[in-house]
Every structure is written in structure tokens, then in C-alpha cells.
């Protein structure tokens, strides 16, 4: 049983320009860097785009695809658990966010992700419920409690600060107690018998 903090990859899904999304991310590692019992490690998207063209199965990829995924793909093999930042969007979450996803598959695998979600009245739930299936996909385990909010752009100060801190901040507590039990239950699990995917 490993006593180490617990590698936490908080993963930034949207990439548009004037995005709300650095605000959230900024808020929630605020919350979350305050922890011992965790590191952060911030995947922004936006700064490490991955190709949207996937190479044919069995084929290399090229140097160029292989620099981008350099950027990324070691960065989730060597996480613990996730946190993933996502704004809602059309009923369901970014596409750059789902490509990230689609490029890997054992990085997910017996890892627990927690999800900070934004956006309309629906505050990104309808988002993260579509991840929810398509992480299952990958044999990641969701954490059922997570920090979402509504109408976001209203909820925040100009500074990034919370109108309302002490509710979103025990929301990040519960999700994030959650999610460190999973990821040591799994970390320690794995540690004893590699996962049968
Ligand atoms: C293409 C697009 C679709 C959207 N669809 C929804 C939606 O279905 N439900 C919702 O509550 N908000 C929706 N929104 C509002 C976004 O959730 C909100 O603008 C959020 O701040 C977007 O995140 P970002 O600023 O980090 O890109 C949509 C925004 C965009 C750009």
C-alpha cells in the first residue's frame, strides 16, 4: 500500500477562444492544490491540441502526431485519477475533449475521474452524464458526486473568485474525498494484481 500523494491530471475540455473554462479550472486547483494528499497536474487542451485525423489501425503514426501525443498521453498514463473541467455544450461535452479521450485507452483503465462541470441553467450535468458512458467505455470508474455550475458567468467575481464559496468549495471536498478513496482503493489494488481489461 502506497502512502504517495495521489497524482491527480485535472484535464481542461474546452478550447474555444474567450473560453469561461480557465476560470473554473483556476477556481477548482485552488481547491484542490490545498490538499496533501494530492498533486495537480493541469492538461489544458487548448495548449496541447491533439490531431483530429486518426492514423489507419496498425499503421505508424508519423513524428508529427507522435510530438503531439508526447505532450498528453504520458501525462494521463502517469495519473492516478482525473478531474475533467467541462462546459456543456449542444446537450453534451466539446468534441477536442472527446478526441483527447478517443486517442488513448489503457491511461483510462481502472482509474476514478471526477468532473467540474459549467455552463446554462443545466450547469454541464447533461455533459458530464454523456462522459459518463463513454468513460465506462474505457474502464474508468466515475465518481458519483460532482461540482457543477449554473448560468457560470453569473456565479463569478472579475478575480475568478466564487460568489458563493462555501457551497462549491464542500462540493469539491465531497467529490474529491471520493475520488481519492477510489484512486487509492484502485492505485493499491493494481499495485497487487494488474487489471483484467
Ligand atoms: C457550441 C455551444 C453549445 C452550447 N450548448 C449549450 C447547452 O446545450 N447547454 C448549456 O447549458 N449551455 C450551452 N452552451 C453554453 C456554454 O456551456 C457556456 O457558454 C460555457 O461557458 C462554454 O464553455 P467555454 O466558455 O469554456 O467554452 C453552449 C455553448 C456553445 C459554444
Redesign the pocket.
Known sequence: MSHDPLKLAVIVG?T?E????PTVTKWFTGQASQREDLTVDVIDLAETPLPTVFPQFGQSQGEEVERQLAAVSPRLAAADAFVIVT?????SF?APLKNAIDWHNEEWHAKPVGFVS???????L?AVEQLRVVLAELHAVTIRDTVSFHN??AEFEEDGTHRDGAGCEAAAKTMLDQLAWWAHALRDAKSVRPYAA
Open positions: 474546452s474555444r474567450g473560453r469561461f473554462g462546459p456543456e455544450y449542444n446537450h466539446p459549467y455552463g446554462g441553467l443545466a450547469g454541464g447533461r457560470s458567468w
